[in-house]
């Protein structure tokens, strides 16, 4: 079983090239993130052709970035790789050359002439090769698998069949329009995406981690348990910001993960409170992984309406993560941070004030309503701007280039990834699968709602194994958005948005968990050990979709009192399901108080305002009880 996993989720080796292709590469890759900033803020290029020459460009370097398996050189391209960047590289020059008649061309009214279609399939078989390398071969047998669907979805009788689909039909629709390849996915990681992952390696680059960390250490450092929620605090800061957690993890946890086990957590204990701070990082305004981008061009929902929205269930989120580290601190009697080890706040400010004027940059312009490409790319601005006002922190010219080139090495996997999402969504249109779908999902579920929703759930955490958020949550809410809004009548953001912490949440579950793979790298633990301590700790963010789908008012707590007492009931929901996950002080009666503690919470998670009360009564009374036992037993 764990070698057919290791083979399914295995992916190209990521080379650190050196010598004289060194350079190239990375003026290459900086020149391109000029053209996608220069193209995404002042170009009034329409979305086919700068998707287009976006994907095309963006290929080249990636065969030679990645190897082709994980026993690929490090350092050295093998032949194939130059033969495969080749090929992008032809493909690049010809769509770029023929944009013009692409953008005009009306698809399926002409036949595809031969170049037209031989082009066409070349760069759909590098989208598979590049899919395979970084994300692996789940993702592309996923691919394929559609593929065939469209091709031969004829012959199945029924009600997943479906018309007559040629080869040539099913290239022009997916190369020559923007219903596949360079559909939303692609475009979203052309701008948003990419910007804000500019952004993020700028902040990284000009030492802003560092801030984060002191700040986070200056704040919580001193408490019991103080590691572990100087990675929770550091990491959902920088999480917000980078939108991977994969990056995440590697990127804080590399000083995190080691400062715990230093201190007496056990490796696995120490990954696991990483990988679930740092997958929180996705589901925290502003950026939440781009997904939130993508949501708004699917929805047609205003951008800052879905970020208010998800402000309350991140929260929550981390609540029960706080609420979970320092209860199991208590437990093991593990150590605050060394005295000297914890920065002021007022040394954390007086070395790092300067990362405020892009952060705050960043909120102002999205109040003010600017576009999320503007606010990235302002932020980005202020973020090399403000470098320049300390010596340690300048973004020189060599530190420019290599920010730049970063940033497009960081897009390879999720430009793959969203590529492949395009596919997908361009044999879903023609074939009509999202109401196919519908219909099995209803047949299966029927009228009941929760069984439809935990089936949604399962499916979007099936469809995130080993992707990138933005692809995970373009996926889902393709193919089950619409059974959730249409069949079963659920407002539309908040389907969404319970589709996208589901596609986040595969990020820490097993049996893929790459996150976690990315924490046993550093903490030396077994990663599956790791997922399932993070999913522990993640709790409350498998269970919070349920409930602001179910009670709608939890997204808009000021809207209404009724709205705030859904969200003050949530509120003590999410704290008995963290303390009962914890408690260790009751002895005999723990099991018991438990199971009580998670009926009360139950109780204040339905609609009805009449349990609610009876959960809120239990709830207390049970909190004060432990209590008790937790100061007697804190101080014993």
């Not at 593929?147 to 997943?160: A, E, R, S």
């Not at 990663?527 to 709608?552: D, E, G, K, T, W």
């Not at 609609?607 to 101080?635: D, E, N, T």
């Amino acid at each position: 079983m764990g070698s057919v996993l290791s083979l399914l989720f295995s992916t190209g080796r990521r080379r650190h090239l050196t010598g004289w292709l060194y350079w190239p590469v990375r003026i290459y890759t900086a020149l391109f993130t000029v053209w996608v900033l220069w193209a995404a803020v002042f170009s009034r290029t329409d979305a086919l052709s700068l998707t287009v020459v976006f994907l095309s460009l963006i290929f080249v370097p990636s065969f030679l970035l990645i190897g082709a398996t994980e026993r690929a050189h490090l350092c050295k391209p093998a032949v194939i790789d130059w033969l495969l960047s080749a090929l992008a590289a032809a493909c690049a020059a010809y769509f770029i050359y023929f944009i013009p008649e692409t953008a005009s061309r009306i698809s399926l009214l002409f036949d595809l002439r031969v170049d037209q279609f031989v082009m066409a399939g070349i760069l759909i078989l590098l989208t598979l090769e590049i899919t395979r390398r970084t994300v692996g071969v789940f993702l592309m047998m996923i691919v394929v698998a559609f593929i065939l669907y469209n091709l031969y979805g004829h012959l199945i009788p029924g009600q997943l069949g479906h018309g007559y689909i040629s080869l040539s039909h099913f290239i022009d629709i997916n190369v020559y329009t923007t219903d596949g390849l360079f559909g939303v996915p692609v475009r979203v990681a052309a701008t948003y995406a990419f910007l804000f992952v500019m952004f993020g390696t700028f902040l990284e680059k000009a030492k802003g981690g560092d801030f984060f960390f002191g700040l986070a250490a200056a704040l919580s450092g001193r408490s019991v348990g103080g590691p572990a929620k100087v990675a929770v605090s550091s990491s959902a800061l920088f999480g917000t910001m980078s939108g991977s957690p994969t990056s995440d993890v590697v990127a804080t946890g590399s000083i995190t993960i080691p400062m715990m086990k230093r201190l007496g957590y056990r490796p696995e204990l120490a990954g696991g409170v990483e990988v679930a701070a740092s997958t929180g990082g996705s589901l925290l305004p502003p950026v939440m992984g781009s997904a939130a981008f993508i949501m708004a061009e699917m929805t047609d929902l205003d951008y800052g309406e879905i970020v208010l929205a998800a402000l309350v269930p991140a929260l929550l989120y981390y609540l029960g993560i706080f609420i979970q580290v320092h209860l199991r601190s208590v437990a093991l009697d593990l150590a605050p941070l060394d005295e000297t080890e914890v920065p002021t706040l007022a040394e954390t400010f007086r070395k790092g004030w300067l990362f405020l004027i892009p952060l705050g940059g960043l909120v102002s312009l999205l109040v003010v309503g600017y576009s999320p490409t503007m606010v990235a790319a302002g932020s980005a601005f202020l973020v090399w701007l403000v470098s320049f006002l300390r010596p340690e922190t300048r973004l020189g010219f060599k530190g420019t280039i290599e920010a730049l080139s970063e940033t497009a090495i960081r897009m390879l996997a999720v430009t793959g990834a969203c590529a492949a999402a395009g596919l997908v969504i361009g044999g879903i249109t023609m074939t009509g699968l999202a109401a196919k779908f519908s219909f099995v999902a209803f047949s299966l579920a029927g009228d009941q709602v929760l069984p439809a929703l935990f089936l949604s759930a399962v499916v979007t955490i099936i469809l995130g194994l080993g992707m990138p958020t933005p692809s995970a949550y373009v996926l889902a809410a393709v193919l089950v958005g619409p059974t959730l809004v249409n069949e079963y009548g659920f407002q539309e953001l908040n389907a969404h948005l319970f589709l996208l912490y589901f596609a986040v949440m595969s990020a820490m579950t097993p049996p893929v968990a790459v996150a976690a793979y990315a924490a046993a790298a550093i903490s030396g633990a077994n990663p599956l050990r790791i997922a399932v301590i993070s999913m522990r700790f993640s709790i409350v963010a498998f269970i919070v979709p349920f409930i602001f789908v179910l009670n709608p008012l939890l997204l808009n707590p000021v809207a209404s009192l009724e709205a705030l007492a859904v969200c003050t009931a949530t509120v003590l929901a999410c704290i008995l399901i963290a303390v009962a996950l914890e408690i260790c002080w009751l002895d005999t009666l723990s099991r018991p108080i438990r199971l009580a503690m998670v009926a009360a919470a139950l109780a204040l998670s339905v609609p009805q305002m009449s349990w609610k009360l009876i959960g809120a009564a239990i709830g207390v009374s049970l909190l004060v009880h432990c209590y008790r036992g937790y100061q007697s037993y804190r101080f014993q």
